[in-house]
T-cell receptor, first 112, second 114 residues
């Protein structure tokens, strides 16, 4: 079993929809949680970074961490075609962010 | 200009050849990392470096070597390339002068070994 599980998609939604992307994990030592966005032929770009549990909002993006369920989510409000990309979750233990464990990524398509 | 620059962006080569992928950064970060990305497997850590004199193996270091020539430069070598090393390779950096900062990635090198 992988330490981090992520549905590969593709997830296809109409413009304006609310998108929910999710990862589950098995290692209770994970404390740092990140979401990266990766466009085709580009490197992962950091979107959201949270420590421990709770919510964090940045514009149209909200990251949620539920450590009791070992579940993290990224919500995208008012989705745009420019949000079409692969979204990677990543996490690391509480002693530092050197050894990130990545999910395999969810491909999102937002159509006009 | 990109903060993390990888060269080359694309490379096709033959089995048995020696290959070097290069990474340079202008962010002033102390830590640098090399990952490979494969479909269905996600990003996996190959090597990472805390500074010029500190190199550490990651999850999948066999068949690879690295050199940290300066704080801003970190290269990855495949001494004798084999087809299952065909993948996307990414360099990343992080700044530990501020504790536990996330990693920032370059745009990758697409490597194909025939």
């Amino acid at each position: 079993q992988k330490e981090v599980e992520q549905d590969p998609g593709p997830l296809s939604v109409p413009e304006g929809a609310i998108v929910s992307l999710n990862c589950t994990y098995s290692n209770s030592a994970f404390q740092y949680f990140m979401w990266y966005r990766q466009y085709s032929r580009k490197g992962p770009e950091l979107l959201m970074y949270t420590y421990s549990s709770g919510n964090k909002e940045d514009g149209r993006f909200t990251a949620q961490v539920d450590k009791s369920s070992k579940y993290i989510s990224l919500f995208i409000r008012d989705s745009q075609p420019s949000d079409s990309a692969t979204y990677l979750c990543a996490m690391s233990p509480g002693w530092g962010t050197d050894k990130l464990i990545f999910g395999t990524g969810t491909r999102l398509q937002v159509f006009p | 200009d990109a903060d993390v620059t990888q060269t080359p962006r694309n490379r096709i080569t033959k089995t048995g050849k020696r290959i070097m992928l290069e990474c340079s950064q202008t962010k002033g970060h102390d830590r640098m990392y090399w990952y490979r990305q494969d479909p269905g497997l996600g990003l996996r850590l190959i090597y990472y470096s805390f500074d010029v004199k500190d190199i550490n193996k990651g999850e999948i270091s066999d068949g690879y070597s690295v050199s940290r020539q300066a704080q801003a430069k970190f290269s990855l070598s495949l001494e004798s390339a084999i087809p299952n090393q065909t993948a996307l390779y990414f360099c990343a950096t992080s700044d530990t002068r501020v504790s536990n900062q996330p990693q920032h990635f370059g745009d990758g090198t697409r490597l194909s070994i025939l």
